[in-house]
């Protein structure tokens, strides 16, 4: 695996790529979900590229970036282990120099969700996206659908500005008991980590409602709300049944998929996890 760490490195190296190439996108604190996407990159593509870096910009001055759960000797391990090709690992400085100016904004698209919890952190994401798009210029960019709104956002921007990279939406992975994997689960004790169950419980439960026939989007909120409050370390900041690729909210019976997402604080720790109706 070659580490690059400067954009004209990587530039010089880019022409001696062969492709398809697949680009696997993370902020660092690798674990089986991540590691899951350059699978999936690696069976697709001639060459795969994964991009580290810790993006300041789509964290919240309120959030955690000070502390985030990564180690770079150890991503460098286990995506090398994994048989990436190629890791580009950026420096801020050179990533946003001091007259840095450019701001890559969706709308309507951006509004809900998270978005609506998370001041800044979409425009954080895609404007970090568009110059990793114009760095490494993938074929192929894989994305995980554990972080649903991000993915529709991307897929929206890609489509919108007309970037020709073909974007693939990669499965959640979860851990035996149902919890998705995640970088932020590091931060959770033991008993909030038991306490994460009621996540993906309250989820499965809904969907397997939805299995049986039920279509009323209240049922389904409810059944994620009941299934939260059971724990009293959780706090919802909120529980959503939106159109699957549009992500407004629906309101009566589900007639088009549908995601089905929550966002929760245990602890100090924010948490998100989804699954989708169809
Ligand atoms: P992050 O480093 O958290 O920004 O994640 C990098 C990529 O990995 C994103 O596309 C995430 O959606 C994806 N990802 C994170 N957790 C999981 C998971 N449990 N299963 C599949 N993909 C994931």
Redesign the pocket.
């Known amino acids: 695996m070659k580490i690059v760490r400067k954009i004209e490195s990587y530039r010089k190296l880019y022409t001696s790529l062969h492709g398809p190439i697949g680009l696997?996108?993370?902020?660092?604190?690798?674990?089986?979900?991540?590691l899951?996407?350059v699978d999936l990159a690696k069976s697709e593509c001639a060459t795969t590229v994964s991009w580290l870096f810790l993006n300041p910009k789509q964290f919240a001055p309120n959030e955690d970036l000070a502390i985030y759960p990564?180690e770079e000797k150890e991503d460098i391990a286990l995506l090398k282990a994994r048989g990436v090709d190629v890791l580009f690992i950026p420096k801020t400085e050179d990533i946003y120099p001091v007259d840095f100016d450019t701001v890559v904004l969706l709308d309507k698209i951006t509004k809900p969700l998270e978005g609506s919890r998370r001041p800044g952190h979409f425009e954080g994401v895609t404007t970090i996206v568009s110059k990793m798009f114009n760095i490494i210029k993938p074929d192929k960019a894989?994305?995980?659908?554990?972080?649903a709104q991000?993915?529709r956002v991307i897929q929206k921007m890609v489509k919108d500005l007309n970037f020709p990279i073909e974007i693939i939406s990669?499965?959640?992975?979860?851990d035996d008991d149902g919890v998705?994997?995640?970088?932020?689960n590091k931060y959770l004790s033991v008993t909030e980590r038991r306490e994460a169950t009621f996540l993906y419980r309250g989820l499965y439960k809904a969907k397997v409602c939805y299995e049986q026939g039920e279509r009323n989007s209240d049922v389904f909120r409810n059944i994620v709300i009941q299934e939260l409050k059971k724990s009293s370390l959780i706090s919802i900041d909120y529980v959503s049944l939106s159109d699957h690729r549009t992500l407004s909210e629906i309101s009566g019976d589900i007639n088009s998929p549908a995601l089905l997402s929550l966002a929760v604080h245990i602890g100090g720790t924010h948490l998100i996890d989804n699954v989708v109706l169809q």
């Open positions: 696997v996108p993370t902020l660092g604190g690798i674990h089986e979900g991540h899951s996407l990564a894989y994305f995980g659908e554990k972080d991000q993915l990669c499965p959640t992975i979860r998705a994997l995640s970088s932020r």
